[in-house]
């Protein structure tokens, strides 16, 4: 067993949090091999796939090819071949991103890849296809997400239906679709929602981002691509945070872009975040990332050793999930006279109740 993840009773999901650091170049810790041999794969893969870091693993098994002793052949050629598919993948999405980029400029916007975009503007991870992206996320100002998002509509973009209710304050605008696109776009007005708006400083990361001249999009600077880490990992649901969830892509994110800056720089981050009242939020990240990745760390912290105890109970994720969701909508039901009408319009429309259970049953799906 790894003992620098003990407090995760599961050797599986010890099995994929001791992969990643190696899929970054750093030595295989002590008790990986016995974590995966106790491992079945397609258990290995249902836990990397609900976090979408599948497709790294292959580079882990590539850089220590002793773990490939610990693990079906089989196994690692699928992996292998998930990272190849998802490279192809990778290289449609930049080139509609760069689809993107034009449109931005002929209509003489500013906008700022975010996120996976712009990692594959500006790539850390150690190949084309090890980071999985969900969706294309694009910062632009108020009027200028909504100018392009006008035009897309104009070029024939689709959103799915959409709750009007939900999306009217949100940080962005629903999901946009277009045929031949891989993905679909989320304009972003603010690059965090508002209670993480004071930490994300929008103006500040359009003003300060490096125009990528291939794209024509602009890419955050470290700096501000490591806040936006953080506070979307930490902060993009209240109540998220307080659940101890493990992000394996964030997690892995955050190390890649932390080991980019300077200590002063990191400093600055945690000063950031002590004056908009989330320390927490900042420490909490840092103590687990470096749990993962960082060898020498003796650095304690009770939230880590949390969020590994309910990775490794993915029971327990899901009824903490379950248990939140009923709040979270007998709390609007209750209090909010418009999502109290759209709950009892889907209450009363079959197709509308059977898509939401769909998706909730989906995310449900992702405690593995």
């Given amino acids: 067993m790894q003992v620098h993840l ?22 295989a810790r002590e008790g990986l091999h016995q974590d995966l041999a106790h491992s079945d794969a397609g258990e290995l893969v249902a836990i990397a796939s609900a976090h979408l870091i599948h497709p790294l693993l292959a580079t882990a098994f590539a850089e220590d090819p002793s773990l490939k002793e610990c693990v079906p052949d ?9 990272q190849y598919a998802n490279a192809r993948r990778n290289e449609a999405i930049l080139a509609q991103v760069r689809s993107l980029g034009s449109m931005t400029e002929a209509l ?11 990692e594959l503007i500006s790539p850390l991870y150690p ?57 679909p776009v989320e304009l972003h007005r603010q690059a965090a929602p508002g ?13 300060e981002a490096v125009t990528d001249s291939a794209s024509n999009l602009g890419v955050p600077s470290t700096h501000w691509r490591l806040i ?32 980019q800056l300077a200590p002063e720089a990191i400093a600055a981050i945690q000063e950031r975040f002590d004056r908009a009242g989330h320390r927490r939020a900042f420490e909490n990240s840092i103590a687990l990332a470096a749990r993962l990745f960082d060898p ?21 994720a899901r009824w903490r999930f379950d248990l939140y969701t009923l709040k979270f909508h007998a709390r609007d039901f209750l209090r909010d006279r418009e999502r109290r009408r759209h709950y009892l319009k889907l209450l009363s429309n079959w197709r509308l109740l059977s898509a939401a259970l769909r998706r909730q049953s989906s995310r449900r799906d992702g405690f593995r």
Avoid at 108 to 118: E, N, P, R, S, Y
Avoid at 296 to 316: C, I, T
Wanted: proline share 6%; with cysteine.
């Fill in 195 to 207: 209670y993480a708006g004071n930490i994300v400083d929008s103006k500040q990361v359009l003003a």
């Fill in 296 to 316: 020498d760390s003796k650095q304690k912290n009770a939230w880590a050793d949390g969020a590994l105890r309910v990775f490794g109970s993915p029971g327990v």
């Fill in 6 to 27: 003990a407090a995760c009773a599961s050797a599986p999901h010890r099995a994929i949090l001791g992969l990643l650091p190696v899929a970054l170049g750093l030595p």
């Fill in 74 to 82: 089989d196994l690692c050629l699928f992996l292998q071949e998930i």
């Fill in 127 to 183: 190949a084309a296809g090890a980071r999985m992206l969900s969706d294309v996320d694009v910062l632009l100002t108020p009027e200028d997400a909504l100018t392009l998002r006008q035009a897309l509509l104009a070029r024939g973009a689709t959103q799915e239906e959409a709750d009007h209710h939900k999306w009217v304050d949100h940080h962005h605008f629903p999901p946009l679709f277009l045929e031949g696109w891989p993905a």
């Fill in 228 to 259: 936006h880490v953080i506070a979307h990992w930490q902060l993009s649901d209240p109540e998220r945070f307080s659940g101890r969830p493990i992000s394996l892509r964030d997690a892995v994110d955050l190390h890649l872009l932390r080991r």
């Fill in 108 to 118: 003489g916007l500013t906008a700022v890849a975010l996120k996976g975009a712009a």
